[in-house]
């Protein structure tokens, strides 16, 4: 079965400081996977998406994915956080029909 | 810009209302989607459609139906609300499996 597994629930980082998010998927073909991020209280935004090619993606806001195969693995990274980055954050894979596949979510802090 | 509006922010109902979700999208895009949100436990997809009077179940459909009778419009449908329906509810379309979703600001429902 399809799924995602988002291992961090919560991180906190100081503001500056380089971020990773984990995570890992399970899904049988080439997957179509996707960063969102979400603000408190707002619906979500496309971060990134890997599709095929380069397995590093870019994004907005500064992010960027890469998509390991052999760890079925797809982490976001971006070298330098701002407090406005705090926010929650979902891996998805794409199903079939379209469908997305969310993981949990993990929560970012900042501290100044 | 893509836009997807849910009508309404916050909605406190009964138990026993028969609720509406409302979602637009200006986008003209085939496939719609409604997910619930709960902390811990990422998005969960409610129902899709695919198509104008199309619809596929979700992973949770259960006490849920939805009506897509035109294309711009999709709305789900609590037939008897219940306190455990109490979540956040995201509509997102996309135009295929190319595209990443584009999601509402969602509507926070609280049944009392």
């Known amino acids: 079965a399809q799924s995602v597994t988002q291992p961090d629930i919560h991180i906190t980082v100081s503001e500056g400081a380089s971020l990773e998010l984990r995570c890992n998927y399970s899904y049988g073909a080439t997957p179509y996977l996707f960063w969102y991020v979400q603000s408190p209280g707002q619906g979500l935004q496309l971060l990134l998406k890997y599709f095929s090619g380069d397995t590093l993606v870019q994004g907005i806001k500064g992010f960027e994915a890469e998509f390991k195969r052999s760890q079925s693995s797809f982490n976001l990274r971006k070298p330098s956080v701002h407090w406005s980055d705090a926010a929650e954050y979902f891996c998805?894979?794409?199903?079939?029909?379209?469908?997305?596949?969310f993981g949990a979510g993990t929560r970012l802090a900042v501290h100044p | 810009d893509v836009k997807v509006t849910q009508s309404s922010r916050y909605l406190v109902k009964r138990t026993g209302e028969k609720v509406f979700l409302e979602c637009v999208q200006d986008?003209?895009?085939?496939?719609m989607f409604w997910y619930r949100q709960d902390p811990g436990l990422g998005l969960r997809l409610i129902y899709f459609s695919y198509d104008v009077k199309m619809k596929e179940k979700g992973d949770i459909p259960e006490g849920y139906s939805v009506s897509r009778e035109k294309k711009e419009r999709f709305s789900l449908i609590l037939e008897s609300a219940s306190t455990n329906q109490t979540s956040m509810y995201l509509c997102?379309?996309?135009?295929?499996?190319?595209?990443?979703?584009?999601f509402g600001s969602g509507t926070r429902l609280t049944v009392v």
């Open positions: 986008m003209d895009h085939e496939n």
């Open positions: 997102a379309s996309r135009r295929d499996a190319n595209y990443g979703y584009t």
């Open positions: 998805a894979v794409a199903g079939g029909y379209n469908k997305l596949i």
